[in-house]
T-cell receptor, first 116, second 119 residues
Framework: AQKVTQAQTEISVVEKEDVTLDCVYE???????LFWYKQPPSGELVFLIR??????QNEISGRYSWNFQKSTSSFNFTITASQVVDSAVYFC?????????????FGAGTRLFVKA | GAVVSQHPSRVICKSGTSVKIECRSL??????MFWYRQFPKQSLMLMAT?????????EQGVEKDKFLINHASLTLSTLTVTSAHPEDSSFYIC???????????????FGNGTRLTVT
């Protein structure tokens, strides 16, 4: 079975603090893809990153960085120097696996509050 | 980038009526679209996979007669909530993969969602 766990329901930080959102996944597949999406208060979902299971290189995009550790089945997301505009719900997702019928499943989401 | 347009963004209807939600891929063709449902402060639950020119594939527990899906063209999928009841009130979101990938490993591009309130 495939599963995505985001243990942190809500996180509250003060602007300029760094924050890490955790994501742990389960899958039997050797080929799969991991994603992060952002859902601001307006409701739309914004794609942030995709990582395939064979690429464990960490990635940095501006203030965002991602740490993929296959050994611990984790794909954590760090926001450096957080800003109020980062306040949103962040979803980690798992997809592309044969055992999951190639569907994309989402974690429960982590609600991030960034206070000025 | 790939744009998915969903309409309407909000709808309020009376119990017993039907509501149709449209999902369009504006700048790409999508042979497959996905419909998700999101309850307040919860995750996205896949309801069904909409396949162009064929029947939709529903997830376990989703009533196909209640949530009618039609994917008549490569750029349009519709979800009709039939005989809506208050418990159907939710946020419905469609998504699609762009044609360049259009494979299972491509990221999903989401519409802005439809907030349905059934009174």
């Amino acid at each position: 079975a495939q599963k995505v766990t985001q243990a942190q329901t809500e996180i509250s930080v003060v602007e300029k603090e760094d924050v890490t959102l955790d994501c742990v996944y389960e899958t039997r597949d050797t080929t799969y893809y991991l994603f992060w999406y952002k859902q601001p208060p307006s409701g739309e979902l914004v794609f942030l990153i995709r990582r395939n299971s064979f690429d464990e290189q960490n990635e940095i995009s501006g203030r965002y960085s991602w740490n993929f550790q296959k050994s611990t089945s984790s794909f954590n997301f760090t926001i450096t120097a957080s800003q109020v505009v980062d306040s949103a719900v962040y979803f980690c997702a798992l997809g592309g696996g044969w055992s999951g019928g190639f569907k994309t499943i989402f974690g429960a989401g982590t609600r991030l509050f960034v206070k000025a | 980038g790939a744009v998915v347009s969903q309409h309407p963004s909000r709808v309020i209807c009376k119990s017993g009526t039907s509501v149709k939600i449209e999902c369009r891929s504006l700048d790409f063709q999508a042979t497959t679209m996905f419909w998700y449902r999101q309850f307040p402060k919860q995750s996205l639950m896949l309801m069904a996979t909409s396949n162009e020119g064929s029947k939709a594939t529903y997830e376990q527990g989703v009533e196909k007669d209640k949530f009618l899906i039609n994917h008549a063209s490569l750029t349009l999928s519709t979800l009709t909530v039939t005989s809506a009841h208050p418990e159907d009130s939710s946020f419905y979101i469609c998504s699609a993969r762009d044609s360049e990938g259009n494979t299972y490993n491509s990221p999903l591009h989401f519409g802005n969602g439809t907030r349905l309130t059934v009174t």
